[in-house]
């Protein structure tokens, strides 16, 4: 089938890629010209394990890369992969949807019909205004030249190579028969597990152990799914986090009581991992949408809004371990492991460690902090931050008060500790583990004052 992704961000890049693997070809549309040039060369547009090569596959024989929109017009299906960031009244901004949705309207051909699936997170109603938009902008009637389903997507940043080939389910809002079997079409190899041959496949994706549950419901319903699965993830590390504060006071061990829970089968061990709290680009954006829109309609979800408050503290309550050690802050030197919201991506959007950093800059700390990819985005997203950024983990490390680890890349974890202990600044030096990663026992014998989250 012929398939155009508008967008070349984290979605867009990963879901086009995996449909032209799976024997579609594909074209990416993006208004960045160097997100274009990447992917003509075969390079990926962002840092995602497994994307690169994948690419490398498909392009030039079936993935291509355009800045124009002139592809829809022979297109199977068009997929809406576009940012929805959040508002000043914290609501999904749809500015990037509406102008796709105009542009593929000047696009639609009359001879043919097209399904436009919208996999960018957006509000409940998000369909119908597109549908509506094209309607006006082509003169074509929705049902007849064309249809607009919801498809949410449900990639994890880090590992969506690996999501994109095994769904745990895949999510189809439309009461179009028609539409559904175009969408069924595309899907086909995934949904019956056939990757053998598949070009640039990861490891990590195959072999196929079940396959994806299709779950056909109504466009209001799929919207809403997405918001209200990550709602309850971000509700769940809340509640794990707020486990271990308690472990803390109590002296019990967070790591023990989440493996005991996690064994209950009605609760299940994801997303039970303590940590400095949930951030990044999805978690903070959806909770507050969702929050907003549930205001909006006067059905507040208190649940969420207790989970959004208590993640809040919890980044702050990271801090205050920090300066409970050091006492007074001004002058302190504090060196910094990880800006990303976690490990395996470049994504520094909203992150824990923006929101830490700039307390213990306000509190008068000297702030050394190395990434191995999500420095450049940090400093974009945070140019006011006096960070001093390292170049090598020892940098950050070398002549520091105390030292976070923020984020648990393999290469943080793997580091040289004993070397590390003796290039702080202090002789018995301290180190705060916010994801309880490191070997404290090691730590504590190679001379650091290890602290975990609700570790005893």
């Known amino acids: 089938m012929n ?39 075969g390079e990926s547009p962002i840092f995602e394990p497994g994307l690169q090569e994948l690419i490398r596959a498909v392009s030039g024989s079936r993935l291509f890369a355009e800045d124009d929109y002139r592809r829809a017009e022979d297109a199977d299906a068009v997929f ?62 929705r049902g007849r030249e064309f249809e607009v389903v919801s498809n949410p997507e449900f990639l994890r940043e880090g590992y969506a190579v690996a999501d994109v080939f095994r769904p745990d389910r895949i999510v189809i809002g439309t009461a ?18 056939r990757l053998d041959g598949v070009p640039g496949l990861p490891a990590s994706a195959a072999p196929v152990t079940k396959t994806p549950v299709w779950h056909r419901t109504d466009p209001a319903s799929s919207e809403l799914i997405k918001y209200a699965s990550n709602a309850f993830l971000a509700v769940k590390i809340s509640y794990i ?108 959007r909203q992150t824990q460690a923006s929101v830490i950093l700039r307390r213990l800059a306000a509190m008068g700390c000297r702030i050394q902090a190395h990434d191995p990819q999500g420095m450049p985005m940090f400093r974009k997203m945070n140019p006011d931050l006096p960070v001093q950024y390292a170049g090598h983990p020892m940098e950050a490390v070398k002549g520091a008060d105390a030292l976070i680890l923020l984020t648990d890349w393999a290469s943080y974890l793997e580091m040289d500790w ?29 001379g650091w004052d290890y602290e975990g989250l609700g570790i005893p």
């Not at 070349?8 to 074209?27: D, K, Q, R």
């Not at 028609?178 to 019956?192: D, F, G, N, Q």
Request: glycine residues 8%.
């Open 3 to 41: 398939v155009v992704c508008i967008g070349a961000g984290y979605v867009g890049s990963v879901t086009a890629a995996a449909f032209a693997a799976i024997g579609h070809t594909v074209t990416i549309v993006d208004v960045d010209p160097v997100k274009v040039e990447a992917i003509r060369r």
């Open 241 to 348: 986090n707020e486990i271990a504060r308690l472990c803390d006071a109590l002296g019990a061990n967070v790591k023990e009581v989440a493996a005991g829970m996690g064994l209950d089968e009605r609760i299940g061990s994801k997303f039970l991992q303590a940590s400095s709290g949930w951030s990044g680009s999805c978690f903070p954006k959806d909770t507050a949408e969702l929050l907003a829109t549930s205001r909006k309609y006067g059905s507040e979800l208190k649940l969420v809004a207790a989970a959004v408050e208590a993640n809040a503290d919890m980044h702050l309550y990271c801090v205050r371990k920090v300066q409970a050690r050091l006492k007074a802050m001004p002058g302190r030197r504090i060196g910094v492991l990880g800006l990303t919201f976690k490990a395996n991506t470049d994504d520094a």
């Open 80 to 141: 809406i992969c576009v940012g929805t960031p959040s508002g000043a009244d914290h609501t999904a901004d749809l500015t990037y949807v509406k102008e796709a949705a105009l542009r593929i309207g000047e696009r639609l051909n009359a001879g043919r019909y097209t399904v436009i699936a919208i996999k960018s997170t957006v509000p409940v109603g998000t369909s119908e205004l597109v549908a509506a938009m094209l309607e006006e902008v082509s003169g074509l009637r």
């Open 418 to 446: 004993r070397h590390a202990a003796k290039a702080m600044r202090s002789k018995r030096p301290y180190v705060l583990d916010t994801r309880n990663a490191l070997p404290g026992a090691k730590l504590r014998e190679w």
């Open 176 to 193: 179009s028969d028609r539409a559904e079997a175009v969408m069924r079409t595309l899907y086909e190899p995934l949904l019956a597990g």
